[in-house]
């Protein structure tokens, strides 16, 4: 259907460029249906791409590098976070309370997927999505 669309159009004419864009990567556009774990949509990364930009845009306003350094690590964490489905607030919350006792050896017991496991599944309940 794509290609009689085509040749009844000029070569130039825009909606041909894009037949012939949706063509040469057809192969990848249809994937999804030869393969089960191919997920049809790429929301998940759509949105992670929007926060990184949104990042980016605040940074401008970062003062120091030690503040832009602090605001990358934050979200990082943050965008961790939300892909665990852990709530950040009381990840976070949890995380400062504690720091003083932790010590350099148990810091990976404190990554977020990892606290997830050691906690309560009530405390990680994720809040609805922005």
């Not at 794509?2 to 249809?30: D, F, Y």
């Not at 605001?71 to 003083?100: D, F, G, K, M, W």
Request: hydrophobic share 40%; glycine share 4%; with cysteine.
């Amino acid at each position: 259907m794509l290609l009689l669309q085509k040749e009844s159009l000029l070569p130039k004419h825009p909606l041909a460029i894009a037949i012939g864009c949706c063509l040469n990567q057809w192969e990848e556009l249809t994937l999804f249906v030869t393969d089960g774990a191919v997920p049809m949509h790429n929301n998940l990364a759509e949105q992670q791409m929007k926060r990184i930009a949104l990042l980016r845009k605040n940074a401008l306003f970062v003062a120091t590098p030690r503040g832009g350094e602090f605001v990358a690590i934050l979200s990082s964490l943050t965008s961790t976070c939300r892909r665990h489905e852990i709530n950040p607030q009381a990840y976070l919350t949890q995380l400062l309370v504690n720091l003083p006792d932790i010590s350099a050896g148990r810091v990976d017991e404190w990554l977020p997927d990892q606290w997830k496991k050691n906690t309560a599944p009530s405390i990680h309940s994720a809040p609805p999505p922005p």
